[in-house]
């Protein structure tokens, strides 16, 4: 399958600064990017559908403006987390999918941030 | 709207037994469900998928069945391994919404050596 980089891994940081999560397809080019956000032994939300080149589409309830994506090329999609408060503590994973396949969707390795 | 219900919650079996997990949906839209598996800590990883046209797909230890009409479908783990112990998701997706997966609310399976 194809595979799909998350950096980082997990990320600690203060009450109030930002933090940007990276995803990249590495041996595809994704049209199509989802980004999650999972709580401890929940399934996974999606937040968030962004398309190369276009402004992503929010699911209802998140915050547009707290949780800026940019999806600028057809391998690299970042989450921002503006802002962050302990409340946004989670883990948090992107996956792609390209036109040129089938629906198979390739998830990142995830990212498990703490806001202290 | 839970559109996807999935069952159990939790599942313990013993190492060489079958696990069986299950998963409902609601809207007749959806053609494609696939099956993940995610360990702590880790991303979701596609084991297995299924589209409305097959009612079985079999691939190694793990096979989907899938019911149209009853809009059901499950994973069945045949010979169950310790380290078959995860997390597995059931979800679904359809055309024209970017495919985006609508997932059940997972299934801790343990698997006793």
């Known amino acids: 399958g194809a595979v799909v980089s998350q950096h980082p891994s997990w990320v600690i940081c203060k009450s109030g600064t930002s933090v940007k999560i990276e995803c990249r397809s590495l041996d595809f080019q994704a049209t199509t990017m989802f980004w999650y956000r999972q709580f401890p032994k929940q399934s996974l939300m999606l937040m968030a559908t962004s398309n190369e080149g276009s402004k992503a589409t929010y699911e209802q309830g998140v915050e547009k403006d707290k949780f800026l994506i940019n999806h600028a090329s057809l391998t690299l999609s970042t989450l921002t987390v503006t802002s962050a408060h302990p409340e946004d503590s989670s883990f948090y994973i992107c996956?792609?999918?390209?036109?040129?396949?089938?629906?198979?969707?390739?998830f990142g390795q995830g990212t498990r941030l703490t806001v202290v | 709207q839970q559109q996807v219900k999935q069952s159990p919650q939790s599942l313990i079996v013993q190492k060489g037994g079958i696990s069986i997990i299950n998963c409902a949906y609601e809207?007749?839209?959806?053609?494609?469900f696939p099956w993940y598996q995610q360990f702590p800590g880790k991303g979701p990883a596609l084991l297995i998928a299924i589209r409305p046209d097959v009612s079985e797909k079999k691939e190694g230890r793990f096979t989907i069945s899938f019911n149209k009409s009853a809009k059901q479908f499950s994973l069945h783990i045949m010979d169950s391994q310790p380290g078959d112990s995860a997390t597995y998701f059931c979800a679904a997706s359809m055309r024209g919404s970017n495919y985006k997966l609508t997932f059940g609310k997972g299934t801790l399976l343990t698997v006793n050596p």
């Open positions: 809207n007749t839209a959806f053609d494609y």
């Open positions: 996956s792609t999918r390209s036109q040129g396949m089938n629906t198979e969707a390739f």
